[in-house]
């Protein structure tokens, strides 16, 4: 089962999916809450992706994953999910093929050692933590991208939904947004070094965005074996969203821009059709992903 599985990924190519239209590029207004019907209830994870090249760039460096399922039953199976987002830098096709290599291995390691052994029969009798393993499938996905990338560097974003827990990984500035309540907060923190000049108070959050170094990483996957990978364990959401997107979506859509369209649409690929939209109406001068996973509950 294993191996069908990977070989099934690893034998396709990043399927991007057809550009957005971006025709009308007018993001909603907070005020059009009134005109969308009210949420409906879900019974199980729902998740959707949206991606442009945006309006500046030739190609798409970015990267994005998502996979989850769920079971009904007498004993059902336990609900998963797996996604991804990584967005890939170092010129000639190598910032995309660093993205692609690191989202093939993260997700393998991932299956293999979490998911797959969460629906085995016999329960093994020493089994790490959710949280190491998570580690080592993103150790992993640094070694794969050092020997097999040419140079390419990558951000990588990591939300594994498993037994009732949500893990996250990341190494990198994209980013992992909780939308509860229509309020959204920050799961991850920016491994650039504008925002590293924040954290030891030299400049402010908004002289970050406008800085020189934005986009200059100290930490990437595929710089080198001295990764920081950060991981966080959460109990798994009831109600809300999660919203993983490279910095192409959150350097140019105001975080209450990002919370008021998660919320205005049911569907998670509208939602993130819509972000996108957004991000290129700003400007548009990076790639832009967004993955929008929306969690059962009242």
Same mark, same amino acid.
């Given at each position: 089962?294993?191996?069908?599985?990977?070989?099934?990924?690893?034998?396709?190519?990043?399927?991007?999916?057809?550009?957005?239209?971006?025709?009308?590029?007018?993001?909603?207004?907070?005020?059009?809450?009134?005109?969308?019907?009210?949420?409906?209830?879900?019974?199980?994870?729902?998740?959707?992706?949206?991606?442009?090249?945006? %309006?500046? *760039?030739?190609?798409?460096?970015?990267?994005?994953? +998502?996979?989850? #399922?769920?079971?009904?039953? /007498? @004993?059902?199976?336990?609900?998963?999910?797996?996604?991804?987002?990584?967005?890939?830098?170092?010129?000639?096709?190598?910032?995309?093929?660093?993205?692609?290599?690191?989202?093939?291995?993260?997700?393998?390691?991932?299956?293999?050692?979490?998911?797959?052994?969460?629906?085995?029969?016999?329960?093994?009798?020493?089994?790490?933590?959710?949280?190491?393993?998570?580690?080592?499938?993103?150790?992993?996905?640094?070694?794969?991208?050092?020997?097999?990338?040419?140079?390419?560097?990558?951000?990588?974003?990591?939300?594994?939904?498993?037994?009732?827990?949500?893990?996250?990984?990341?190494?990198?500035?994209?980013?992992?947004?909780?939308?509860?309540?229509?309020?959204?907060?920050? %799961?991850? *923190?920016?491994?650039?070094?504008?925002?590293?000049? +924040?954290?030891? #108070?030299?400049?402010?959050? /908004? @002289?970050?965005?406008?800085?020189?170094?934005?986009?200059?990483?100290?930490?990437?996957?595929?710089?080198?074996?001295?990764?920081?990978?950060?991981?966080?364990?959460?109990?798994?959401?009831?109600?809300?969203?999660?919203?993983?997107?490279?910095?192409?979506?959150?350097?140019?859509?105001?975080?209450?821009?990002?919370?008021?369209?998660?919320?205005?649409?049911?569907?998670?690929?509208?939602?993130?059709?819509?972000?996108?939209?957004?991000?290129?109406?700003?400007?548009?001068?990076?790639?832009?992903?967004?993955?929008?996973?929306?969690?059962?509950?009242?």
């Amino acid at each position: 089962m294993l191996k069908r599985i990977i070989g099934w990924f690893r034998g396709r190519d990043e399927d991007q999916g057809p550009e957005p239209d971006l025709a009308d590029t007018a993001p909603l207004s907070p005020d059009n809450l009134d005109q969308i019907p009210g949420a409906k209830i879900r019974e199980s994870l729902e998740a959707g992706s949206a991606q442009s090249v945006g %309006l500046e *760039r030739e190609n798409n460096e970015d990267s994005v994953f +998502v996979m989850y #399922g769920t079971s009904y039953g /007498e @004993e059902p199976l336990p609900e998963f999910g797996l996604f991804c987002v990584a967005d890939g830098a170092g010129g000639l096709g190598h910032g995309e093929l660093a993205s692609s290599i690191a989202l093939k291995a993260v997700v393998s390691s991932l299956m293999e050692n979490a998911v797959l052994k969460a629906l085995q029969l016999d329960e093994a009798d020493t089994v790490p933590s959710i949280e190491d393993i998570a580690r080592q499938a993103m150790e992993h996905a640094n070694e794969e991208v050092i020997e097999s990338a040419n140079g390419g560097v990558t951000t990588l974003t990591v939300a594994m939904i498993l037994n009732g827990q949500m893990v996250i990984g990341h190494v990198g500035d994209s980013r992992a947004y909780l939308v509860e309540n229509g309020k959204p907060r920050v %799961l991850t *923190r920016d491994h650039s070094y504008s925002w590293r000049l +924040v954290e030891i #108070g030299q400049i402010t959050p /908004e @002289e970050a965005m406008e800085h020189p170094k934005r986009n200059q990483l100290w930490n990437a996957v595929g710089q080198g074996n001295n990764l920081v990978i950060e991981v966080d364990t959460y109990p798994q959401p009831h109600g809300g969203y999660l919203l993983l997107c490279s910095d192409g979506l959150w350097g140019e859509v105001p975080e209450n821009e990002l919370s008021s369209v998660v919320t205005l649409y049911e569907e998670p690929n509208e939602a993130c059709e819509e972000l996108v939209r957004a991000a290129n109406a700003a400007g548009g001068p990076d790639n832009i992903t967004a993955l929008l996973v929306a969690f059962p509950g009242i």
